[in-house]
Antibody, heavy 120, light 110 residues
Framework: EVQLLESGGGLVQPGGSLRLSCVAS????????INWVRQAPGKGLEWVSG????????YYADSVKGRFTISRDNSKNTLYLQMNSLRVEDTAAYYC?????????????WGLGTLVTVSS | QSALTQPASVSGSLGQSITISCTGT?????????VSWYQHHPGKAPKLIIY???KRPSGVSNRFSGSKSGNTASLTISGLQAEDETDYYC??????????FGGGTKLSVL
C-alpha cells in the first residue's frame, strides 16, 4: 500500500523559511515523479512543484519560482520542499502526490498534508 | 497562470446524473489529453477518479466518466449517491510544463 507522510509544517513569520518533508513507503520511490500541491484555507488545490524520478528535472508554479526548491533523496525515500521568503499567501496545507507510471502530472496517490501558517 | 474554470457548485438528486465542466485554453485543456479529475473529502487525501480525459483508475466506480470537447473537459457522475457529496477538481498539463488545477466544484446531493 502506498503511503506518503508529510511533515515539517508550522508557524513561521513572513520572510522566514521552512523545509517540508514527505516520506514514502509501499512502492519503489525512485521510480516515480512526485509533486507538491497546496490548498489555502477555504480555497482550491494549487500545484506548487514537481520533480522527476531521478531528480534531474524540476518544475515550479510561477507563484513560488525563485523562492521554493524541490528535491529528493531516493536513498531515504524522501521528498523535500525548501521554502524561503515565505509570504502570508503561502499559508496552506501542503500535500505530496506521486505521479503515475507514465506521467508526472497524473497524481495517483496523495498524503494527508502538513499545515504551513505564515503570520506575524 | 489563472486556474481552470469550474462552476463553484452543482447539485443533483439521489440517483440522477450531473456534469461538472472544466474550461481552459488552447494552451492546456485544449492542447493535451492530460486532463485529470480528483475527488476531495475535506480532511482526507484527494483521490484520482479520472485521468487522461476518459480513463478510470482501478477501483473507481464506473459511475464516474470523463470527456472533452475543445477547451472544455467534463466529469459526469451518474446514479448519484450520498457519498458523492464533496469537492471535485480538474487539472491539466500546460504548454509551460506546469500543472494547472480548476477552482473546484462543490457537489451537493439532494
Amino acid at each position: 500500500e502506498v503511503q506518503l507522510l508529510e511533515s515539517g509544517g508550522g508557524l513561521v513569520q513572513p520572510g522566514g523559511s521552512l523545509r517540508l518533508s514527505c516520506v514514502a513507503s509501499g512502492f519503489t520511490f525512485g521510480s516515480y515523479a512526485i509533486n507538491w500541491v497546496r490548498q489555502a484555507p477555504g480555497k482550491g488545490l494549487e500545484w506548487v512543484s514537481g520533480i522527476s524520478s531521478s531528480g534531474d528535472s524540476t518544475y515550479y508554479a510561477d507563484s513560488v519560482k525563485g523562492r521554493f526548491t524541490i528535491s529528493r533523496d531516493n536513498s531515504k525515500n524522501t521528498l523535500y520542499l525548501q521554502m524561503n521568503s515565505l509570504r502570508v499567501e503561502d499559508t496552506a496545507a501542503y500535500y505530496c502526490a506521486m505521479g503515475s507510471d507514465n506521467s508526472w502530472v497524473v497524481l495517483t496517490d496523495w498524503g494527508l498534508g502538513t499545515l504551513v501558517t505564515v503570520s506575524s | 497562470q489563472s486556474a481552470l474554470t469550474q462552476p463553484a457548485s452543482v447539485s443533483g438528486s439521489l440517483g440522477q446524473s450531473i456534469t461538472i465542466s472544466c474550461t481552459g485554453t488552447s494552451s492546456d485543456v485544449g492542447r493535451y489529453k492530460l486532463v485529470s479529475w480528483y475527488q476531495h473529502h475535506p480532511g482526507k487525501a484527494p483521490k484520482l477518479i479520472i485521468y487522461e480525459v476518459i480513463k478510470r483508475p482501478s477501483g473507481v466506480s464506473n459511475r464516474f466518466s470523463g470527456s472533452k470537447s475543445g477547451n472544455t473537459a467534463s466529469l459526469t457522475i451518474s446514479g448519484l449517491q450520498a457519498e458523492d457529496e464533496t469537492d471535485y477538481y480538474c487539472s491539466s498539463y500546460t504548454t509551460s510544463s506546469t500543472l494547472l488545477f480548476g477552482g473546484g466544484t462543490k457537489l451537493s446531493v439532494l
